[in-house]
């Protein structure tokens, strides 16, 4: 079975379904009819979200064990660790940065610009 393009675009262009249960992506509502743009814009940004507060809770508790840690070998670890989150910190901040820069519109899902 082969899907064509101008089903993908009626699909994403009209509503998919509405919500029975609040969703934890921002702005879509119980009730309301959702799309599939709507939704991966939305799912974007939560992901996002999600990561930078999991860079920062790791933060905090490696930048807790690096300081009461007497042990070389943890301390070591923890500095390890404490590097790489830093740096996965600045690479998923420049990336939204570098795309909002070239084009902020590559940072939005426009699905029937995509199919068309």
Do not use: C
């Not at 996002?48 to 042990?71: P, Q, R």
């Not at 070591?76 to 939204?96: K, M």
């Amino acid at each position: 079975m082969k899907i064509s393009n101008q089903t993908l675009l009626a699909q994403s262009a009209s509503p998919g379904y509405v919500l029975l249960e609040p969703s934890i992506v921002p702005g879509e509502e119980a009730g309301q009819a959702m799309n599939l743009e709507g939704y991966l814009q939305g799912a974007y940004v939560t992901l996002f979200v999600l990561i930078i507060a999991s860079a920062v809770l790791s933060l905090v508790y490696y930048g807790f064990t690096y300081m009461t840690s007497d042990i070389p070998k943890n301390k070591a670890s923890a500095r390890e660790r404490l590097d790489g989150i830093v740096l996965g910190l600045v690479i998923a901040l420049s990336t939204v940065l570098i795309l909002n820069e070239i084009n902020p519109e590559l940072l939005k899902f426009n699905l029937s610009d995509l199919l068309s």
